[in-house]
């Protein structure tokens, strides 16, 4: 079989993307890669369930059918795909919504992945693989931010021993202040030894799996010292063998009611997978298909929630891990799934003294490197001062989404959060496009005779005016939401006694719609009442089949300035008397 997929004679084979092309000799780092997912990816599954508020044991279920359904239906060939932080806490928030005070949350939370995959996969088939362009990279960034303080918040009793708080951020920050003066020593002390232990080992040897590493030497030590019997908590027993296998035994107006929270989780899963697996799709050559991962994410929760797991969905750090070890195929991600069966089959005893702390301990290791207060200060600092004087608050639209989602997950909650900042967002979008920027142009003398330029004389102090002549350029699309203040600024532009033309280089449109067409017919008459006429130059195509008066149009800035001089001058220069406009 070639790369394509082709077999010898020339038919067709249907390969999964992630094990296109595959060779023998990938087969070794395929498999050493594996392993070390494998060693990342029980620790963490394990610590990501106590998020989602069930089991344990509940995260490994999710693992291994979740890498599985992936490998087939994803369209990465690294991506890894198992419980989240970011995923499991929304997940703990929709359930505890749902169950209330009485209802089985173990079931709940697996009905939950498998509506989200139910969600994914329907949305998948309809090819909504766009819908990931609605969640910008900042909003996602201030987000994710958010549930990383949140979750790290979420598990500073279990590092102390003490009382956390209910509700959101504040309210489990402050719960947990309060309760300070209960600090239980002995579960201070192994929490912050573990802590420690996992961010150095990160830091000087990125090759060894910190987790497992801090994990075995954490329950070494429970046994030998007997650290339970002094008062430390520990996870206790975990079942094991093989999950039990069916649809979570509720009823249907109670996985109706977990609709609106699963879409939301399928829609932060997704942008998060999407994210990982094009960042290392990139270094390798490969395409990522949205559709594709919409169906890789939607098999992977919906065979998850079939056999007791949690919500899942991309991994970016277990994708690093997954990259950096070799793995040139999915090969590496059904390698991990086959240890982690065999984990569940016969290495659960080991977990049974992990103290709950180093649990804490990993999880907070985990989610820290999501804290990028750099991101956020790269995003403040794209705002240039030129831009913001143009723009004002909407130049830093970004930043601002970003620190809306933040802001938004740790006062209103998870879903909350996230809906707040792609409203921010969009809001401070309409707003920069409903405004958009008109610069005035001068023109610049090219050396030894060559042609001028017309530049931005704000950006260049060079730039000369022309006499009786205004230069625009506008910046955007041209559309029923700006058209009107478009209109206004142009005919401003003719109120001076002395312009008696202006020129609208329109260069920088990309597109018109009937509205702005419209808008552009008309504002003729707008600019004759003050004595001046109009002039475009350099259009699109679409800006003169949409016009009613294409004889208005120049093919450049220089030759629409020149007919605006004859015209003054009342001698010829326009109308037919000149060459027919180009195509920009």
Not at 539 to 566: C, F, K, M, N, W
Request: hydrophobic share 50%; aromatic share 6%; charged share 15%.
């Amino acid at each position: 079989m070639d790369s394509t997929g082709t077999a010898p004679g020339g038919r067709r084979r249907r390969v999964p993307p992630g094990f296109r092309g595959y060779r023998r000799a990938w087969l070794r780092g395929d498999v050493v890669a594996g392993l070390t997912v494998w060693a990342v990816l029980v620790p963490e599954s394990i610590a990501y369930a106590t998020i989602a508020g069930v089991p344990p044991i509940i995260g490994l279920y999710a693992a291994p059918v979740a890498l599985l359904l992936y490998a087939l239906l994803g369209s990465s060939r690294q991506l890894v795909v198992g419980p989240m932080s970011s995923t499991a806490l929304l997940s703990a928030s929709v359930v505890a919504a749902a169950v209330g005070g009485g209802g089985d949350a173990v079931a709940t939370t697996a009905a939950l992945a498998l509506v989200t995959g139910v969600i994914a996969l329907v949305a998948g088939l309809l090819r909504l693989g766009f819908v990931a362009s609605f969640i910008s990279e900042p909003v996602l960034k201030g987000f994710v931010i958010g549930l990383a303080l949140t979750i790290i918040v979420g598990q500073l009793p279990k590092l102390t021993g003490t009382e956390g708080g209910e509700g959101e951020f504040f309210g489990r920050l402050w719960g947990f202040l309060s309760s300070l003066g209960d600090t239980d020593a002995l579960t201070l002390a192994v929490g912050l030894s573990a802590l420690a232990a996992l961010l150095l080992l990160k830091r000087f040897l990125p090759v060894v799996p910190a987790s497992l590493v801090v994990v075995i030497l954490a329950v070494g030590a429970t046994w030998v010292f007997g650290l339970d019997r002094q008062g430390l908590d520990i996870v206790g027993p975990l079942p094991g063998g093989l999950p039990p296998v069916g649809p979570p035994d509720l009823a249907l107006s109670q996985y109706g009611a977990l609709v609106a929270g699963a879409a939301g989780i399928a829609l932060v899963g997704f942008a998060e997978g999407l994210g990982a697996a094009r960042t290392y799709a990139a270094k390798s050559g490969d395409r990522i298909d949205p559709d594709r991962e919409l169906l890789g994410l939607g098999g992977a929760n919906l065979a998850s929630g079939l056999c007791s797991g949690m919500v899942v969905n991309g991994s970016l750090s277990k994708t690093a891990v997954n990259g950096a070890a070799g793995a040139r195929s999915q090969v590496s991600g059904l390698t991990a799934a086959l240890l982690t069966v065999l984990t569940l089959l016969f290495l659960t005893g080991l977990f049974e003294k992990l103290p709950e702390a180093v649990l804490a301990a990993v999880v907070v290791s985990a989610v820290l490197e999501l804290v990028d207060a750099a991101a956020l200060r790269e995003l403040y600092r794209l705002a240039t001062p030129a831009l913001t004087a143009v723009y004002g608050l909407a130049a830093r639209t970004d930043f601002l989404g970003a620190v809306a989602a933040l802001l938004g997950v740790l006062l209103l909650g998870t879903l909350q959060g996230l809906l707040v900042g792609v409203g921010i967002s969009l809001l401070l979008l309409l707003r920069r496009s409903s405004r958009p920027h008109l610069a005035e142009l001068g023109r610049v003398t090219g050396p030894g005779g060559a042609s001028p330029r017309w530049v931005d004389r704000a950006r260049d102090p060079a730039a000369a005016a022309e006499d009786r002549v205004a230069v625009l350029r506008v910046e955007s699309g041209l559309y029923f939401a700006n058209s009107e203040y478009v209109h206004d600024r142009l005919v401003d532009a003719a109120r001076p006694r002395d312009v008696r033309a202006v020129v609208l280089d329109m260069r920088a449109v990309p597109f018109v719609d009937a509205t702005a067409a419209r808008m552009l017919d008309r504002l003729a008459d707008g600019l004759s009442g003050h004595g001046a006429d109009l002039f475009l130059a350099r259009d699109l195509g679409q800006v003169r089949d949409l016009l009613h008066h294409p004889e208005v149009l120049y093919p450049s800035v220089e030759e629409a300035v020149r007919a605006a001089r004859a015209r003054i001058r009342g001698g010829p220069g326009t109308g037919t008397e000149r060459a027919p406009a180009s195509d920009d």
